[in-house]
T-cell receptor
Framework: DVKVTQSSRYLVKRTGEKVFLECVQD?????MFWYRQDPGLGLRLIYF???????EKGDIPEGYSVSREKKERFSLILESASTNQTSMYLC?????????????FGPGTRLTVT | QKEVEQDPGPLSVPEGAIVSLNCTYS??????FMWYRQYSRKGPELLMY????GNKEDGRFTAQVDKSSKYISLFIRDSQPSDSATYLC????????????FGAGTTVTVRA
């Protein structure tokens, strides 16, 4: 079974703090994704990576950056957290470029910024 | 206007009923359609994938695509309490698109 793990289930941070969300997958997948999920808005893609050290912007990259130094690990960074970044953050991975839609998701990190 | 519209529900049905879920979309370039299921406090999991128009069946689940109406559906037959979840539709123009367009999800409860 593919396993995607995220470092925290719940996180509370203060406005202006730098926040790191970590994601690890154990199936040697090429692609990794970061989404946020908000009620009524569904899943929105923040960034994705199709290879180590490669990253591409998704639909809502503003206020976020990512890092992929190793194939199995993809980090999402909030440089200066703001209250409008309070959300559920979901990490996903998929095997390769042939079927990138077949994504395996982690359990999510619920981030609250106060 | 959102690219993909999905009624959030919630939908509550008795066990054994047929559950009918649907999404509409505005981008006529979409050709690949997915349904994900998300249990409470879990990430989504891919349930079904279809290409272009037509039907696809997998056990109790049937996915339908009507590209002329820009409308997709998911039917769950003989629904079980274990089907209680949020169902998200997703779509893309090409099979190798990394970016998917998701609906907001419909929450379904199947009552025992």
């Amino acid at each position: 079974d593919v396993k995607v793990t995220q470092s925290s289930r719940y996180l509370v941070k203060r406005t202006g703090e730098k926040v790191f969300l970590e994601c690890v997958q154990d199936m040697d997948h090429e692609n990794m994704f970061w989404y946020r999920q908000d009620p009524g808005l569904g899943l929105r893609l923040i960034y994705f990576s199709y290879d180590v050290k490669m990253k591409e912007k998704g639909d809502i990259p503003e206020g976020y950056s990512v890092s992929r130094e190793k194939k199995e690990r993809f980090s999402l960074i909030l440089e200066s957290a703001s209250t409008n970044q309070t959300s559920m953050y979901l990490c996903a991975s998929s095997f390769d470029s042939v079927r990138p839609y077949e994504q395996y998701f982690g359990p999510g990190t619920r981030l609250t910024v106060t | 206007q959102k690219e993909v519209e999905q009624d959030p529900g919630p939908l509550s049905v008795p066990e054994g009923a047929i559950v009918s879920l649907n999404c509409t979309y505005s981008n006529s370039a979409f050709q690949y359609f997915m349904w994900y299921r998300q249990y409470s406090r879990k990430g989504p999991e891919l349930l079904m994938y279809t290409y272009s128009s037509g039907n696809k069946e997998d056990g109790r689940f049937t996915a339908q695509v009507d590209k002329s109406s820009k409308y997709i559906s998911l039917f769950i037959r003989d629904s079980q309490p274990s089907d209680s979840a949020t169902y998200l539709c997703a779509m893309s123009a090409r099979s190798n698109d990394y970016k998917l367009s998701f609906g907001a999800g419909t929450t379904v409860t199947v009552r025992a």
